[in-house]
């Protein structure tokens, strides 16, 4: 991984913060936002992932509808490159939908 400040090192990520890190990496440049993926704890997922040295940008979004009001999205600002594949369902099960 290649953050704008850092030189390049390795983070170990299992468990829903993968899941979420992949979902991130797969969704590029428009980011993730929990209606689209859906996880139970997304704040949580990038506060670990932020704590690891991921470095992720929060976008509030306001949004209508009978519930109108904001939302987050999450966009990945480091360069990360995987090191080794190990998918779980839950990682194959990651939607990316184009917008």
């Not at 913060?17 to 991130?24: I, Q, S, T």
């Not at 936002?33 to 929060?58: C, N, Q, S, T």
Request: overall charge positive; some cysteine; hydrophobic content about 35%.
């Amino acid at each position: 991984m290649k953050n704008s400040t850092t030189a390049a090192f390795e983070i170990d990520v299992t468990g829903r913060e993968r899941w979420a890190l992949k979902c991130l990496i797969a969704s590029g440049k428009n980011g993730c936002i929990p209606i689209e993926h859906p996880g139970p704890r997304w704040p949580a997922y990038v506060f670990d992932l932020r704590a690891m040295g991921v470095e992720i940008e929060k976008r509030t979004e306001s949004h209508g509808g009978p519930f109108a009001g904001y939302h987050a999205r999450y966009v990945l600002s480091s360069a990360v490159e995987p090191a080794q594949e190990r998918a779980t369902n839950n990682e194959r099960n990651c939607q990316v939908s184009e917008k």
